[in-house]
């Protein structure tokens, strides 16, 4: 079977074979270019959104294996509960290896918090093993920060909300004038693309725009860790 290709590379292609269709080669450059940062873009939150998940996911695996626990039940069968409590099935073999065999590096890939909450977990049945101490006791520790940390995670997504709206909006900024420039008649699309002096224009714009997105999202990425 072939390899797939990565995401912004399958994105800047396919956005610089429609630009080449309609748009001379300079522009097809560009799109290709923007669409493989926005592809980019998009499979970050895409990942992000789906570490948040299992993060959530194995919170709740996390309380049943407590409560299952404090009920008196054995490990074996607290554990099996836990994993059926994950509604992600990689999340759920995750946490099983991390209470099973204690030590085990987090699956290849894993987001770096959620890796850490499995190196705490595996940490954590370790000391009761070691110490006696209860497993309940400490798992229920875990959880909780686990939830503490989701909580923070929220409060600073909804604060930043604003910036990263703000930042949205004066991106499309440049899209506006193009169309208000058409609007007028002033036909602005064809000075960019058939004049020397609207194509360094153009490749400047599209320079400033890239720089000003990536450097608004690294401030608010900054502030969401």
Do not use: H, K, Y
């Amino acid at each position: 079977m072939p390899a797939r290709l990565p995401l912004p590379v399958t994105g800047g292609v396919a956005a610089a074979a429609v630009a080449a269709l309609i748009s001379t080669p300079l522009v097809a450059g560009l799109s290709g270019l923007v669409g493989a940062v926005a592809a980019r873009s998009w499979d970050a939150r895409r990942r992000a959104r789906r570490a948040e998940e299992q993060l959530r996911t194995l919170t709740e695996g996390l309380g049943a294996l407590g409560a299952e626990l404090r009920s008196g039940r054995s490990f074996d069968a607290a554990t099996d509960a836990a994993v059926a409590a994950c509604a992600d099935e990689e999340c759920g073999a995750a946490l099983a290896g991390a209470l099973r065999a204690p030590g085990v590096p987090a699956p290849t890939g894993a987001d770096r918090e959620l890796a850490d909450a499995f190196d705490r977990i595996s940490a954590a049945v370790t000391l009761s093993a070691r110490t006696g101490c209860s497993l309940a006791a400490v798992v229920a520790a875990v959880e909780d920060d686990l939830r503490a940390r989701q909580r923070m995670g929220q409060e600073l997504r909804t604060a930043t909300a604003g910036p990263r709206a703000s930042a949205a909006l004066l991106a499309a900024l440049p899209a506006l004038g193009l169309a208000m420039g058409n609007g007028v008649g002033a036909d602005p699309w064809r000075v960019l693309t058939t004049t020397g002096t609207g194509q360094l224009l153009l490749v400047i714009g599209v320079a400033l725009e890239l720089t000003g997105l990536t450097w608004s999202g690294r401030l608010v990425r900054r502030v969401l860790r």
